[in-house]
């Protein structure tokens, strides 16, 4: 997030929908936004998200986010109102309070982690969502056959983090649907599992969390093994090009301890 990014600006544009702003925070999360804050103003608190209004990648990802939300709430934040101009593309979601969810060995917070899990994967796939196929991993899986393995009529969140699961005293909320698609149910457990290994999960332990999810239970070792094997290679190339980032090497290595617990044979 950009210290030098000219709020003003978005204050002008969102005021119609907040009222006269009194505070606005930013927040740490937000890594695809050029700006992510809690609000204040005189019709209430709002989560904003905002983006530059320039064809690509990132206003694509906010138009999804937009239109998929009506279909995820209550899991999600709602959104309450959207604002564009030339310049910015913004969301204004339901303020929620709650903290990160700890995805660490012995947290407290897995079982709730799991039920949300099981909420998301039993979510309808709505209309609006049937021309978004999941291909991000096609390219690093061995062949077309194993790329197909990906292939379902489920919706996925596919950003499966701890920033994104956020705990509060009562409810859970999935948020930041930035990139929902359609495809194989198993793939956001699977997700899951990558990131319970790269938090100190054993692989045999991972599984077991993923292994109470229903979309778990009904996929196939062989769809799982490939997928496995294309996150692999994924953090791989991801690693090369971008050798210093510490993240992706965490994630890469999570990903190398699973295909090593469950064989998968990598080339």
């Known amino acids: 997030m950009s210290p030098t990014l000219p709020a003003p600006e978005i204050q002008a544009l969102i005021g119609q929908h907040t ?3 009194s505070s606005l925070r930013r927040t740490e999360r937000g890594f695809s936004s050029d700006l992510t804050a809690l609000v204040e103003g005189e ?3 709002f989560f904003v998200k905002a983006v530059r209004n320039r064809p690509g990648g990132r206003r694509d990802s906010l138009t999804r986010e937009r239109l998929i939300n009506p279909f995820v709430s ?20 339901e303020a929620v309070t709650g903290r990160l969810s700890d995805f660490g060995p012995g947290s407290p917070d897995l079982p709730r982690i799991v039920q949300l899990l099981d909420r998301v994967g039993r979510l309808d796939l709505p209309e609006v969502a049937r021309d978004w196929p999941e291909t991000r991993w096609d390219r690093f899986a061995l062949d077309e056959t194993e790329a197909e393995l990906f292939r379902g009529k489920s919706l996925l969140h596919t950003d499966i983090n701890p920033s994104n699961l956020i705990v509060g005293e009562q409810n859970m909320w999935a948020v930041d649907w930035a990139w929902p698609t359609r495809g194989a149910a198993f793939i956001d457990p699977a997700l899951f599992v990558v990131q319970l290994v790269a938090a100190g999960h054993t692989a045999e332990g991972a599984e077991s969390w993923a292994s109470r999810c229903t979309a778990w239970t009904k996929a196939d070792p062989k769809a799982v093994d490939a997928f496995v094997g294309a996150t692999v290679r994924m953090y791989r190339a991801f690693a090369e090009r971008k050798p210093d980032v510490p993240w992706i090497k965490a994630m890469e290595a999570a990903a190398q301890a699973w295909a090593d617990h469950r064989r998968v044979v990598l080339v």
């Open 19 to 21: 009222g006269e702003l």
């Open 43 to 45: 019709k209430g608190g």
């Open 74 to 93: 209550p899991i999600s934040p709602a959104l309450r109102w959207c604002a564009e101009d030339e310049d910015w593309v913004v969301l204004g979601f």
